[in-house]
T-cell receptor
């Protein structure tokens, strides 16, 4: 049973380019979450999605960042016109349904974005 | 709104010594609480979770945590530290269907 799969694991982009991070949730999981971990900082929630729906995007920067979880295929976190401050580890997580009942959220290995 | 606070950004213990990582929560309703561990350049692995079934929760790798409502705490402990326990540990609470993390505590284990 494969876990949460993220790719690429490492991505280098020049300032102004676009970064696309992909996440395939665990089998049977319909809820996806994206978190960002900046150097020497904790994990910050970005966005929570279900298939074809954004449930909570309260942690997403207002500009340049977007996320989707289409009916078919992986969830995508897209960062347009990257800047050096976007350099961070981006983690995807998934769960079976809403975590109100304490269902476990499982994390992927992360995608490390470096902006040069 | 629920939140968690981890006391101490860095804890250092000797191999074989007791590990105690502190986490306090703020919640107006019974919380769901989690401890995750992150090894360098890796993702997060669930150590244990509290979902109100039992106040003493046993997790993987010999870790356990006790939910204390009177102290609003959910501290993580391990009787005897091992070198392989060196990592970053995060306490988290569910809020609005998503995990909200504390700032993390880096655990160092000295030989």
């Amino acid at each position: 049973n494969a876990g949460v799969m993220q790719n690429p694991r490492h991505l280098v982009r020049r300032r102004g380019q676009e970064a696309r991070l992909r996440c395939s949730p665990m089998k049977g999981h319909s809820h996806v979450y994206w978190y960002r971990q900046l150097p020497e900082e904790g994990l910050k929630f970005m966005v929570y999605l279900q298939k074809e729906n954004i449930i909570d995007e309260s942690g997403m920067p207002k500009e340049r960042f977007s996320a989707e979880f289409p009916k078919e295929g992986p969830s995508i976190l897209r960062i347009q016109q990257v800047v050096r401050g976007d350099s961070a580890a981006y983690f995807c997580a998934s769960s079976t349904d809403r975590t109100g009942s304490g269902n476990t959220i499982y994390f992927g290995e992360g995608s490390w974005l470096t902006v040069v | 709104a629920q939140s968690v606070t981890q006391l101490g950004s860095h804890v250092s213990v000797s191999e074989g010594a007791l590990v105690l990582l502190r986490c306090n929560y703020s919640s107006s309703v019974p919380p769901y609480l989690f401890w995750y561990v992150q090894y360098p350049n890796q993702g997060l692995q669930l150590l244990l979770k509290y979902t109100s079934a039992a106040t003493l929760v046993k997790g993987i790798n010999g870790f356990e945590a006790e939910f204390k409502k009177s102290e609003t705490s959910f501290h993580l402990t391990k009787p005897s530290a091992h070198m392989s326990d060196a990592a970053e540990y995060f306490c988290a609470v569910i809020q609005g269907g998503k995990l909200i993390f504390g700032q993390g505590t880096e655990l160092s284990v000295k030989p």
